[in-house]
């Protein structure tokens, strides 16, 4: 299965007053910690049985230096098996950037179709990514520090506008990578098949019917999310089929 690592975190109180270290206040717990697991367990019984199963919540922020590496590594990863991607990931590296890092997005935007192709990247995907880059260039793909001034709905919006990113892309972005603490992927199909194995559910469930389930997590559904992606790890240690 599919998982991006994520972050979180704002050290600034916004207060220059001396404090001595037992009066400092202890930043926030990514996702909402044991309040988090605590408010889903009190909320769905069924939910909270998962939770008991999996145990800890493991999942933390891990951001790189700008969403264009973030974003750019989803777009080629889409309709792909993880080695395959991971394989053209490492050759657009190597081809792209300097010293084993991410290519910069001028280089990209000045990348030949023909130089793009080489690394195993498709027509569609080497133009999603071109497009990213300029964007980028333009300042239309902020960094994280201006990201975080936004909500959830903003980000969606303006990241959308880039050519082959989707809501879902956003949403992985914002959840893994941002660590904000209420994000629900309804369209995901692990989040889907998960919710389908924790309830009993025969048939994956639509969208619409996770988007109203999900109503009484509000404001934790990151962690939610988390635990039904769980759910498809415990089945398939198992060797539990589905349906």
Same mark, same amino acid.
């Given at each position: ?18 404090? $001595? &270290? ?7 717990? =990514?996702? *909402?910690? %044991?309040?988090?697991?605590? +408010? ?20 933390? &922020?891990?951001?790189?230096? +700008? ?19 991971? $394989? ?31 690394? *195993? ?6 133009? #999603?990514?071109?497009?990213? #880059? ?5 300042? %239309?793909? &902020?960094?994280?520090?201006?990201? %975080?001034? /936004? ?5 969606? %919006? ?13 949403? /992985? ?13 309804? $369209? ?18 639509? =969208? ?10 509000? =404001?934790?559904?990151? /962690? ?15 060797? $539990?089929?589905?349906?």
């Amino acid at each position: 299965m599919f998982i991006f690592g994520v972050l979180v975190g704002n050290p600034r109180s916004g207060n220059n007053r001396l404090r $001595t &270290p037992s009066a400092q206040a202890a930043p926030p717990a =990514p996702y *909402g910690g %044991e309040e988090a697991r605590a +408010h889903l367990r009190r909320v769905d019984p069924v939910l909270g049985r998962l939770i008991q199963r999996v145990g800890a919540f493991t999942l933390a &922020p891990d951001r790189p230096v +700008h969403p264009f590496q973030s974003l750019a590594t989803s777009i080629l990863y889409q309709q792909l098996n993880g080695k395959a991607a991971a $394989t053209i990931v490492r050759r657009f590296v190597e081809a792209h950037g300097r010293r084993g890092r991410f290519p910069r997005p001028d280089v990209v935007a000045e990348a030949t179709s023909a130089a793009l192709r080489a690394c *195993g990247i498709s027509f569609n995907k080497g133009r #999603a990514l071109q497009d990213l #880059a300029q964007r980028t260039l333009r300042g %239309e793909v &902020p960094r994280f520090r201006a990201l %975080e001034r /936004m909500d959830d709905g903003a980000i969606v %919006e303006r990241l959308t506008e880039v050519r082959g990113i989707g809501p879902w892309t956003v949403e /992985m972005l914002l959840l893994f990578r941002m660590g904000r603490p209420d994000v629900f992927p309804v $369209t995901d199909f692990g989040v889907r098949k998960g919710f389908a194995l924790t309830f009993g559910r025969a048939e994956l469930p639509s =969208p619409k019917e996770l988007m109203e389930h999900g109503e009484r997590w509000r =404001p934790f559904r990151s /962690m939610a999310s988390w635990y039904l992606w769980r759910a498809t790890d415990l089945a398939a240690e198992a060797g $539990t089929t589905w349906p």
